[in-house]
């Protein structure tokens, strides 16, 4: 059993900075960030193959968003950069077993209750 807890959401101006944080409890291999607008679907934002260190990006965010997991701390990070308005949306830390399909929600077994992100113009 994964346990995560997101935290660092908040409010920012467009162009802004804000650092997500999630904290595993239990034994994870691949561990990730996904967001959710309203009346939108959930959609994969970054991940990371633990121990291989590879890491995916969706492509909105590609070359703004830097993802990383510190095994000391057992935790994901998410630094986000240059944020604009459509980035608004509930983040969620997500895990699972295999490193395989490392963007598909679907694909995740454990979930963190959300961060909100909000980017104002």
């Known amino acids: 059993q994964v346990q995560l807890v997101e935290s660092g959401g908040g409010s920012v101006q467009a162009g802004g900075s804000l650092r997500l944080s999630c904290t595993l409890s239990g034994r994870a291999y691949a561990v990730g960030w996904f967001r959710q607008a309203p009346g939108k679907e959930r959609e994969g934002v970054a991940s990371v193959c633990i121990g291989v260190e590879d890491t995916y990006y969706g492509d909105d965010v590609k070359g703004r968003f830097t993802a990383y997991y510190r095994d000391a701390e057992k935790s994901l990070y998410l630094q986000m950069n240059n944020l604009k308005p459509e980035d608004t949306a509930m983040y969620y830390c997500?895990?699972?077993?295999?490193?395989?399909?490392?963007?598909?929600?679907?694909?995740?077994?454990?979930w963190g209750q959300g961060t909100q992100v909000t980017v104002s113009s």
């Open positions: 997500a895990a699972k077993t295999a490193c395989i399909s490392m963007l598909r929600s679907s694909d995740y077994n454990y």
